[in-house]
């Protein structure tokens, strides 16, 4: 991928080379960006629902977050479509973000315990909303460089990626219509102008 | 068999190579075509179809399983990047090939509109030009198959910028509208830039490549990387030097004549490489100008919803990606800088839901907003013509080898003052736009971007300030000619691709004159 200094007083020196495609702006083509080179895995992708690289108890919690993140509606949840292995995949390649996610499930356990005197995972529903809301809102707001928050803006980044790049994120909850054969184009309108 | 004297060996096989390469084989020329990558075979190659949930990393891989490796970032593979694009094709017009003549800044080309116009007409005649005729000063129309309709989120920005006065007209792309005999027509599938597979959008390995081999007088060879062209005293090229892809077994070809197409940054590198007691800073660099005068696109990014368009249900709106654009219209207002910009929009992939991570919230709302916002997203780019400037060159990283021990092209482009004026003002006037086709603007690139790589062998007619003459011919070597995006002497905000494709055409029919008369 093309990198480059973004210094505007500095000559920009791009050692990449510039995309052979449009250019995709921003989300939009970063979305895969934290996956490894990928290996010859077509059509095996079913996904694992233990941890692989997380322990159990951190796989449970890192789930119970994604669940939190994006909860059964009339479609199931994150972690009922592989998000949560998804995860698990991604962090168990990059070391950062697991000294990240280990410093982010441990201020939980002592947050909760702090307000409650339990670990976070047994806490009510609204306790653990109560918990995660402000780190979602500061997360959110982009400007805090504090560990819970990055944390948090970490798992939700993913539970995003995962959960909309799965079959039932993609075509059952957004009702993605693309990759198929039409004769003619009308446009796709569905409402008047 | 290496020693085979062809008459033409070109390296490359993307839009100027492939192109070239197959008018010379049609107008009789022995022609061979090294490419650096391997032989790929669209109909089964890529991953076309794909979705992401097929791959655990959720990434989508060029290619499919066991195919030989497309190397995406050199764009090696037969076809070049033509294989990958997204096939936009506009003409540049009088004010493109003479800008300098127009606001005072840049370089003029040594060819106008009326030189350039019948090779646009005969390539867009071979590889098919959906578009509408709009009879707009600054677009010439072209030789079109029919336009494809525009789609609903197209329709909602037409009527925000016709409040604006700003026109907003079909695309125009070399997707087939309709069938052709070889090839079919646009199934609307959406993944054009996935390389398509029934090669309705145009690629050179199958439109150019491919028939040209069946004439018998092409020779193709992939997995060919080519790392020096050797000269002669007498300053002709004498051979091309390469080395196997994969065996990395070294070889030679010769030809008569020797033409360069390996796309913009790579042809540069492949000339600076070539150092000889002739030419000790790179071949056919008497000028001192080659890798210089690098004037990528530059371009800014929005992602928004149309207002209109949020909640409803998601009808199939992918079609070919963009199906508008909106053409230049600065260069006819009072503005403080010169040269202007074109806006490409709404060519998302509805694959990609990568803003969904940035939808403010978490739970059952998060949820709603990302699926109420989905049918409403459109990203939109507008394109900015840069002026060339002595900060924005091409040069080699010797530090930094490849993967062949070959040193790296070296990028670097810095804005001046004026290009600086025109991306305000453009991000500006995409603003206007986007709020009065009631769009909620999601997010907007903090920096500038670069986006096709144009520049740094510039043709002209001045052997003093320019590598190539006005038929792409090196000026210090005669049989040397370069034809791909790096010879553009100003950039226009148009889309490269089609221009090279007819520099190519121009230049084969101007190759096989020479054959013809025994110049060479």
Known sequence: MATYSSDRRSVLKILGAIGATCAYPYAGDELFAQAAPEHQHQH????????????????????????????????????????????????????????LVADGLRWLDAEAGRQAGKKFIDLSEDGQIKILEPLCEAADAGNSLARNVQFFALIKKLTADGYYTSRTGLLDELGYTGNTVVSSFTGGCVHEH | ??????????????????????????????????????????????????????????????????????????????????????????????????????????????VSYADMAPYYDSVEREIGVCGNLDHLEDLPDGVFLPPIPMKCSDVLIKQGAAKLGIPVIHVRKATLSRATRTRPACHFCGNCMA????????????????????????????????????????????????????TRAEDTARGRITVVACACAQ?????????????????????????????????????????????????????????AYIPSFMH??????????????????????????????????????????????????????????????????????????????RRQWKLSETDWKLHKDMKQKCTDILLASKAKIHSVSSEPTPNHEIGGC??????????????????D??????????????SSEKNPTLTIMALAARTAEHIADRLKKGEV
Not at chain 2, 217 to 238: C, F, G, Y
């Open chain 1, 44 to 99: 095996e992708a079913v996904p694992h629902d233990a941890a692989r690289f997380l322990s159990e108890a951190d796989f449970r919690t890192i789930s119970r977050i994604a669940d939190l993140i994006i909860p059964e509606t009339k479609t199931p949840a994150a972690s009922s479509v592989g998000v949560p292995a998804y995860i698990d995949m991604v962090i168990g390649r990059n070391s950062d973000q697991q000294a």
């Open chain 2, 1 to 110: 068999m290496a020693n085979k004297l062809y008459d033409v060996v070109v390296i490359g096989s993307g839009a100027g190579g492939g192109m070239l390469s197959a008018r010379l084989a049609g107008l009789g020329a022995e022609v061979l075509v090294l490419e650096g990558g391997p032989k790929v075979d669209t109909r089964t190659d890529f991953n076309t179809h794909a979705l992401p949930h097929e791959f655990p990393s959720r990434h989508i891989p060029i290619m499919r399983p066991g195919k030989p490796g497309y190397d995406g970032e050199r764009s090696r593979g037969l076809g070049g990047k033509t294989m990958l694009w997204n096939a936009v094709s506009l003409r540049f017009s009088q004010r493109d090939f003479k800008g300098r003549q127009h606001d005072g800044a840049g370089e003029d080309w040594p």
């Open chain 2, 195 to 246: 390389g398509c597979d029934v090669v309705a959008k145009y690629n050179s390995a199958d439109v150019n490549m491919y028939p040209a081999l069946k004439t018998g007088k092409l020779t193709l060879r992939p997995n060919s990387i080519v790392h020096e062209i050797a000269v002669s005293d007498e300053a002709r090229v004498s051979e091309v030097r390469y080395f196997d892809r994969e």
């Open chain 2, 267 to 323: 042809s540069v590198a492949l000339l600076l490489m070539s150092k000889s007691s002739r030419f000790p800073t790179g071949l056919g660099n008497s000028s001192g100008e080659l890798g210089k005068n690098f004037i990528p696109h530059i371009n800014a990014g929005f992602e928004l919803f149309l207002e209109d368009l949020i909640g409803n249900p998601q009808g199939n709106d992918e079609g070919f990606l963009d199906h």
């Open chain 2, 332 to 409: 006819k207002q009072k503005r403080d800088y010169p040269r202007s910009f074109g806006i490409q929009f709404n060519y998302q992939n509805k694959r990609s839901v990568g803003w969904a991570r940035s939808i403010k919230g978490m739970g059952r709302a998060y949820k709603d907003e990302v699926k109420a916002n989905y049918p409403a997203y459109v990203t939109f780019s507008p394109y900015q013509e840069m002026l060339p400037n002595r900060d924005s060159y091409i040069d080699l990283d010797y530090d930094h080898p490849d993967e062949y021990g070959l040193p790296s092209p």
């Open chain 2, 458 to 475: 510039r043709m002209g007619t001045d052997p003093k300030t320019t590598v190539l003459n006005a038929f792409c011919r090196s000026h």
């Open chain 2, 477 to 490: 070597v005669p049989n040397l000619y370069v034809v791909d995006a790096s010879v553009f002497p100003s």
